[in-house]
């Protein structure tokens, strides 16, 4: 479980490819080996921690199924690590489990931050809402509108800054995991 609240932007050293393994650099000094780590939203467990690097096991599904497939060496990843008992939870209950790959359609500069629109698959439209919580690459965001199978958020400063969504561009692919309460919700429909 995580808070969707991103520790460091960490770095792809190389990709997980044929191999299965996706190696990371990282400034995490102390990972060990089992823990959960959400890697641009994915839930990937530690395979191996050495000298700022990490590997991570990724399933050819994970591949197909999220963003993770795509990433490129050199490539900036948000990181944060599984939430522990007592901490705060400064965004909300993110699980790493992706429901989906949304794609950019717009960004927009709104006075000194930006909204960014996605487009999302449409089987997930019945747990999103506006004012509602949704994960975009492991980032607690709030939805700030919603209009047919389009997402709008808005990125204040800070997040711009201290997550890889400041350097993503129009037609860049994402990872969406919405609100687990709103799917636990619907989860009878």
């Known amino acids: 479980m ?12 190389e ?19 089992g823990e959960s780590v959400a890697v641009n939203g994915v839930c990937l467990t530690v395979n191996e921690s050495r000298n700022g690097l990490a ?12 963003t993770l497939g795509k990433l490129k060496n050199g490539q900036p990843v948000n990181l944060e690590r599984a939430l522990r008992l ?29 909204e960014i629109t996605i487009i ?31 997402l709008s958020v808005a990125l204040v400063p800070y997040t711009l800054n201290k997550t890889n969504l400041g350097k993503k561009r129009v037609g860049d692919e994402i990872n969406l995991e919405v609100d687990v309460i709103a799917r636990y919700l619907n989860n009878g429909e």
């Open 55 to 66: 590997d991570f096991d990724v399933s050819p599904e994970t591949l197909k199924k999220t």
């Open 120 to 150: 999302f698959p449409t089987e997930i439209k019945k747990y999103l809402a506006v004012k509602g919580s949704v994960a975009i690459d492991g980032i607690s965001l709030t939805s700030a509108g919603l209009s047919g199978n389009r």
């Open 86 to 114: 007592g901490d705060r939870i400064g965004g909300h209950l993110v699980t790493g489990h992706i429901d989906g790959k949304g794609k950019i359609s717009a960004i927009r500069k709104t006075g000194s931050g930006k």
């Open 2 to 13: 995580f808070t969707g609240i991103i520790e460091e932007i960490g770095k792809v050293k």
């Open 15 to 33: 990709t997980a490819g044929k191999r299965g393994v996706l190696t990371l650099e990282t400034s995490f000094s102390d990972l060990r080996a």
